[in-house]
């Protein structure tokens, strides 16, 4: 199984749908690092979301700030000539929207309500 990673920053670009004749569709999104616009030398760092997945960037807007999880993915690939080409894709799995504090703008569920009987004496399955 492949290791997940989490990466936090700032969403810089979000690129259309890419698909192909295979029926293969993937969406790729763009994050910079979140040092701050007085950064010299930024990362911008491309996340892949395949297939189904890419409906996760529907919402998501250019400047915001976001933690992704993500697995590293390689492949080879031999190419008519006969060359041999490594890729590396950042496969995104999850993308999570965030404040400006760094806390989730996700909803934090509420605890379930316990399962009990409105009159405790109408059951007499108990185990007690």
Do not use: C
């Not at 997945?53 to 031999?78: C, H, M, N, P, Y």
């Not at 894709?89 to 965030?98: M, N, P, R």
């Amino acid at each position: 199984m492949a290791a997940i990673y989490e990466y936090t920053g700032v969403v810089e670009k979000i690129l259309p749908t890419q698909s192909f004749a295979s029926g293969f569709s993937k969406r790729d999104i763009v994050m910079t690092d979140d040092v701050g616009p007085d950064s010299k030398w930024p990362n911008h760092i491309a996340f892949t979301f395949k297939k189904d997945a890419a409906s996760v960037l529907d919402t998501v807007r250019e400047g915001q700030r976001a933690k992704i999880r993500f697995a590293i993915d390689g492949r080879e690939w031999t190419n008519p000539q006969g060359q041999v080409r490594y890729f590396t894709d950042l496969t995104g799995l999850k993308l999570e929207i965030l404040n400006a504090d760094g806390s989730s703008t996700e909803p934090v569920p509420a605890p379930a309500e316990p399962d009990f009987p409105e009159d405790p004496g109408a059951v007499d399955d108990m185990p007690f």
